[in-house]
């Protein structure tokens, strides 16, 4: 009796967008808790870049026997639900996996996952673009649940990297929590910045009360803080020690459904700024990484298996 079967993408020995290769992964049924998904888009991030060239394999944080799985984020609908869970199937999700250490990730035809772990895509957000909200829009809300509320004394965020993905959401993340936020990026990107609500700068001074680190600059960064301020950083692995005074602390995205849900109804009304730069099938995925691999991308590629 043949074993029933769907095609997800992943690394053998990581090398890069050439050792991308697709295989074919026995279906597995949802456990107590769990769904199933049938993925119909999962975003293309830098995270997924590093899987690939084999940087997590390095720090240790990947202990597969055959091979690992890409991808962290995805769009799709449910297919069957297990134990205990109350969706329907044929409801459209959206959800984050986390960790470093799988057989398959979210590049795949199918995903079983946590239903806590999911939330619902409203109807007027198509599967493409909400599959970009989970990974990045819960990594700026988590930053900003380290940052806090804006001190008595100072108000002053400034948001690195402010035209990506995460830096995007964090501008308007953050100015809804009381912040007076400047996004740092490029030239080319003030309008997109400003047309955030935002104020911009392509080359910041020394100062700020607080430096969101969404660009990953790390030191340089960290240098543009005022003593005693604050800095959140985006590479949990590569953590910076304290100086001057200044509380030091980097973000380690989770999923979390509730809030993910949160999300995507703003951003289905507009209010948050997800973007889809193409869309390419599953077996052009190592295309896709090349194409991130180079910079300068607005908006996110996206998988469709």
Do not use: C
């Not at 043949?2 to 279906?27: H, K, M, N, Y």
């Not at 700024?273 to 180079?294: C, F, I, N, S, T």
């Amino acid at each position: 009796m043949s074993v029933a079967t769907f095609r997800a993408a992943v690394v053998r020995t990581p090398g890069g967008p050439e050792s991308i290769e697709i295989v074919d992964v026995p279906l597995a049924e949802p456990g107590p808790g769990q769904v199933r998904v049938k993925v119909a888009a999962a975003a293309v991030n830098p995270v997924d870049l590093g899987v690939a060239a084999g940087v997590f394999h390095d720090l240790g944080l990947v202990n597969q026997p055959n091979w690992t799985g890409l991808g962290w984020e995805f769009a799709g609908t449910v297919e069957s639900a297990g134990p205990g869970v109350d969706l329907a199937v044929g409801t459209r999700v959206a959800g984050v996996v986390a960790g470093f250490d799988r057989d398959y990730g979210t590049y795949a035809e199918r995903l079983v996952v946590a239903v806590d772990d999911v939330a619902v895509v409203p109807d007027e957000l198509d599967l493409s673009t909400a599959s970009t909200v989970p990974l990045n829009g819960l990594t700026a809300a988590q930053i900003l649940d380290l940052l806090g509320d804006p001190p008595a004394g100072g108000s002053r965020l400034l948001v690195t990297g402010a035209a990506g993905a995460v830096g995007g959401y964090l501008v308007v993340l953050a100015q809804d929590r009381g912040w007076k936020v400047t996004g740092l990026a490029r030239e080319h990107d003030e309008e997109f910045v400003r047309g955030l609500g935002a104020d911009f700068t392509a080359d910041a001074e020394p100062g700020w009360d607080a430096v969101a680190d969404a660009g990953a600059m790390q030191q340089a960064a960290l240098a543009l803080v005022r003593d005693g301020g604050q800095f959140v950083g985006v590479q949990p692995s590569a953590a910076l020690p304290a100086e001057r005074g200044i509380a030091v602390t980097a973000v380690v995205a989770h999923p979390d459904g509730p809030r993910l849900a949160g999300l995507l109804a703003r951003a289905a009304v507009g209010r948050l700024p997800a973007r889809v730069h193409a869309v390419l099938p599953l077996d052009h995925v190592a295309d896709a990484h090349r194409a991130v691999a180079k910079g300068g991308v607005r908006g996110r590629f996206v998988v469709q298996p």
